[in-house]
């Protein structure tokens, strides 16, 4: 399923160019490792930072992330009819942005590197034949 586009990289958390290896070290709910992403992928070897500090400018990409999801939890309070208040709808996307924020910071950093990096369909082809 949409194997070959950004958004399988990006939803999946897998390498921006062979979509076979782990983007993160380790789920982006793991603490101990907290979104941090791998140096180079364990499938074809992309190095995944081009330059020092490089995940940097997912920052930007957090922030339309985050406004995203609070949208849309706003859209889904009022799908279900939920009678918030101001105050109890502020809460609600706050805590759900909080429980998120792992994740709203894994796929902003895929985005980011997304960017920069293209699915590669013969190098893809190349690990798969390796592989089997
Ligand atoms: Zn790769």
Request: glycine share 6%.
């Amino acid at each position: 399923m949409f194997k070959g586009s950004k958004l399988y990289s990006i939803l999946f958390l897998k390498c921006p160019q062979c979509h076979q290896g782990n983007f993160l070290e380790a789920h982006p709910y793991n603490i101990k490792h907290f979104n941090k992403v791998k140096d180079t992928c364990p499938q074809c070897q992309l190095k995944y930072s081009i330059e020092p500090s490089f995940y940097y400018g997912s920052m930007y990409v957090s922030y339309a992330v985050g406004v995203a999801f609070g949208v849309a939890i706003f859209v889904l309070t009022k799908l279900f009819n939920l009678q918030l208040s101001l105050l109890g709808l502020f809460v609600t996307i706050a805590i759900s942005l909080i429980l998120l924020m792992p994740y709203i910071g894994a796929i902003s950093k895929a985005i980011w590197a997304n960017f920069f990096f293209s699915y590669n369909t013969k190098i893809a082809n190349q690990i798969r034949c390796n592989t089997k």
